[in-house]
């Protein structure tokens, strides 16, 4: 088990602070003493009383049926209808190229989006929902594998992250490092038994969390290397998830440093073998560690 270099250390901090914003702000939503609002029935909205209603911006905090719960940034909640004329679209990139007409299944808990409404009374209904590619991304990557009901997850992930919203340091348990072949994002045999003894290690351990780097050698180019290294991170994630139980809300926001901080020297075969690899790090809040 590797000991992390300082340069490690800040990288993992980045990744940690990338990923902890939205759970910051569904942590400090959940603390409140208000009971969460009612997303369960559904209501019918005549098109003749339709008119515009507002722009809400935030992150999905539930999903039951045709109905959307979106927690702003400062805590305040919409519910909102979703049919079949919603819109629902992802950009991509600096000129907002992307796909329009993604399904209602795109919409995961978690996801930051945009919404365009029309209202009715006190009803609102999406008539556009947008949102970014690299957050559906990272959304479908937590959200795989796992046929975990939404209300189980949701009661555990208060349980936990509303103790830990306002947290952002870290004790780093353990890290295990699963390598892999040039070019290549499948796990070996040894990779997967190493991978679910981290799952099982980590499980041993109050208020642990799993925060899952990938890495590359210096072989190909910088924009290759870079999707590589998520494909390898996302292909870690699902296995934790799938095969070896770990659940998804004790998983922290994955993500791909390319070749950054090699373990070992690009210069040789053996150095870049050891650089081919995704980082699988036990975390524990330094304000809960030990309780």
Request: aromatic share 4%.
């Amino acid at each position: 088990m590797p000991i992390m270099s300082k340069n490690q250390k800040y990288l993992v901090m980045l990744a940690l602070l990338a990923g902890a914003a939205p759970a910051a702000v569904v942590a400090q939503d959940q603390a409140q003493d208000a009971p969460p609002a009612d997303v369960s029935a559904s209501v019918a909205m005549p098109a003749a009383e339709l008119t515009e209603g507002p722009e809400i911006k935030g992150i999905i905090s539930a999903r039951s049926g045709d109905r959307m719960q979106v927690t702003a940034a400062d805590g305040s909640k919409s519910v909102i209808t979703i049919n079949d004329d919603t819109k629902i679209s992802a950009s991509k990139g600096l000129f907002g190229l992307g796909r329009d007409h993604l399904a209602a299944t795109s919409l995961l808990n978690g996801l930051p989006v945009t919404v365009k409404t029309l209202q009715a009374g006190e009803g609102l209904l999406a008539s556009k929902i947008a949102l970014q590619n690299k957050d559906l991304k990272t959304a479908s990557m937590i959200n795989n594998g796992t046929a975990q009901r939404f209300d189980e997850q949701t009661a555990a992930t208060e349980a936990l992250r509303g103790r830990m919203g306002e947290i952002d340091q870290y004790n780093v348990k353990g890290t295990t490092n699963v390598n892999f072949d040039t070019g290549k994002a499948v796990l070996s045999d040894q990779a997967k038994n190493d991978l679910c003894a981290a799952a099982t290690s980590a499980n041993g351990m109050s208020n642990a969390l799993l925060l899952v780097v990938g890495y590359t050698d210096s072989t190909g180019g910088e924009e290759l290397n870079q999707e590589l290294s998520e494909k390898r991170a996302s292909r870690v994630v699902n296995y934790l998830q799938q095969a070896c139980g770990w659940k998804p809300y004790r998983m922290l926001t994955p993500t791909g440093m390319a070749e950054a901080d090699p373990v070992a020297s690009n210069d040789t075969v053996e150095g870049k073998a050891q650089n081919r690899r995704v980082a699988v790090n036990i975390l524990v809040s330094k304000a809960v560690d030990g309780l």
